[in-house]
């Protein structure tokens, strides 16, 4: 019997290699959309105006309370995006703040063109030491005084010089480039009248003066409505301290005033309308504007001194 060789065969099961799962993949894709939002986002801001992204700056600003509700009353607010409901983000002393750095860019802006005007004018510039431009906080007051080689007025009088009328025509229509009304204040110095304030006074003096100034910037094109107020304060608020009689104290002010001062007098008008008739020029106790002695009758300044 023949000898049958047999093969013997082995079958073992393959390993596959290990599945490493598809974790990597969703992760990739996650990162290729974040990546497709973040340009897609880019994209719409460059294309958007300010008013857009001042509305979608304020919606990320608002609590989830109040985007679930709706979002701002459209309309209460002025942003580009709409809803209800009110928000407890904005108070009124955020509006004020607002107004006040309006305020003061568009002050400060008219003080660089006063500034670059009087630069640019040689007339104007030889007088640049007579002229005092700053901010207070009543707005930007602009400070036009006397020296005593140059003064602003003939001695003891209202009558405005020739070049203190170039400076105040000059300014004139400027001062209609901004909305803000102004006010005029008359200043002099200590000097008195023989008879002190029994007659005719530094008061009055101060605010005819003032009013002088007010109708030279008129008669330069400033328009007659933007005058708040007119007031004439003699000696009582002194430019040089330490001397009363200093040329620099007699002064024409001009205030150009901020949104809060303009209210406050504005207010204070709609109180007293009769005070505000008399354009707020202000005169010692019991003395009168119809009581003024003429110009023939009025006393003499003294003589070691100029009002």
Same mark, same amino acid.
């Given at each position: 019997?023949?000898?049958?060789?047999?093969?013997?065969?082995?079958?073992?099961?393959?390993?596959?290699? &290990?599945?490493?799962?598809?974790?990597?993949?969703?992760?990739?894709?996650?990162?290729?959309?974040?990546?497709?939002?973040?340009?897609?986002?880019?994209?719409?801001?460059?294309?958007?105006?300010?008013?857009?992204?001042?509305?979608?700056?304020?919606?990320?600003?608002?609590?989830?309370?109040? &985007?679930?509700?709706?979002?701002?009353?459209?309309?209460?607010?002025?942003?580009?995006?709409?809803?209800?409901?009110?928000?407890?983000?904005?108070?009124?002393?955020?509006?004020?703040? &607002?107004?006040?750095?309006?305020?003061?860019?568009?002050?400060?802006?008219?003080?660089?063109?006063?500034?670059?005007?009087?630069?640019?004018?040689?007339?104007?510039?030889?007088?640049?030491?007579?002229?005092?431009?700053?901010?207070?906080?009543?707005?930007?007051?602009?400070?036009?005084?006397?020296?005593?080689?140059?003064?602003?007025?003939?001695?003891?009088?209202?009558?405005?010089?020739?070049?203190?009328?170039?400076?105040?025509?000059?300014?004139?229509?400027?001062?209609?480039?901004?909305?803000?009304?102004?006010?005029?204040?008359?200043?002099?110095?200590?000097?008195?009248?023989?008879?002190?304030?029994? #007659?005719?006074?530094?008061?009055?003096? #101060?605010?005819?003066?003032?009013?002088?100034?007010?109708?030279?910037?008129?008669?330069?094109?400033?328009?007659?409505?933007?005058?708040?107020?007119?007031?004439?304060?003699? &000696?009582?608020?002194?430019?040089?301290?330490?001397?009363?009689?200093?040329?620099?104290?007699?002064?024409?002010?001009?205030?150009?005033?901020?949104?809060?001062?303009?209210?406050?007098?504005?207010?204070?008008?709609?109180?007293?309308?009769?005070?505000?008739?008399?354009?707020?020029?202000?005169?010692?106790?019991?003395?009168?504007?119809?009581?003024?002695?003429?110009?023939?009758?009025?006393?003499?300044?003294?003589?070691?001194?100029?009002?």
């Amino acid at each position: 019997m023949n000898e049958v060789t047999r093969r013997i065969i082995i079958k073992r099961p393959v390993m596959a290699a &290990a599945h490493h799962g598809g974790a990597w993949k969703i992760a990739f894709a996650d990162f290729m959309t974040a990546m497709f939002a973040f340009f897609l986002v880019m994209w719409l801001l460059g294309n958007s105006s300010a008013q857009q992204l001042a509305g979608i700056a304020e919606q990320f600003k608002m609590p989830l309370k109040m &985007a679930i509700a709706g979002g701002k009353r459209s309309s209460t607010t002025s942003s580009v995006i709409p809803g209800g409901g009110a928000d407890p983000l904005h108070t009124a002393g955020e509006v004020k703040k &607002a107004d006040g750095e309006e305020d003061v860019a568009r002050l400060s802006a008219l003080k660089q063109r006063l500034n670059d005007m009087i630069e640019a004018n040689p007339v104007l510039r030889q007088f640049r030491h007579q002229l005092l431009l700053d901010i207070t906080s009543e707005g930007l007051r602009i400070q036009i005084v006397d020296s005593n080689s140059r003064p602003m007025f003939d001695r003891s009088s209202a009558i405005v010089v020739s070049y203190m009328r170039t400076i105040l025509q000059a300014i004139g229509p400027v001062l209609n480039e901004q909305p803000n009304k102004i006010t005029l204040s008359g200043h002099t110095d200590a000097t008195l009248y023989p008879r002190g304030d029994k #007659s005719y006074s530094n008061w009055e003096l #101060s605010a005819d003066r003032a009013n002088a100034s007010r109708r030279e910037l008129i008669a330069g094109g400033m328009q007659d409505q933007k005058v708040l107020r007119v007031m004439g304060v003699a &000696a009582s608020m002194h430019l040089n301290q330490e001397d009363p009689f200093a040329a620099v104290n007699r002064r024409i002010s001009i205030v150009v005033l901020n949104h809060r001062a303009q209210g406050e007098i504005e207010a204070a008008n709609a109180a007293n309308p009769a005070k505000a008739a008399n354009i707020g020029i202000k005169l010692p106790t019991g003395q009168a504007a119809a009581t003024r002695p003429p110009a023939a009758n009025r006393p003499p300044v003294r003589a070691d001194g100029q009002i």
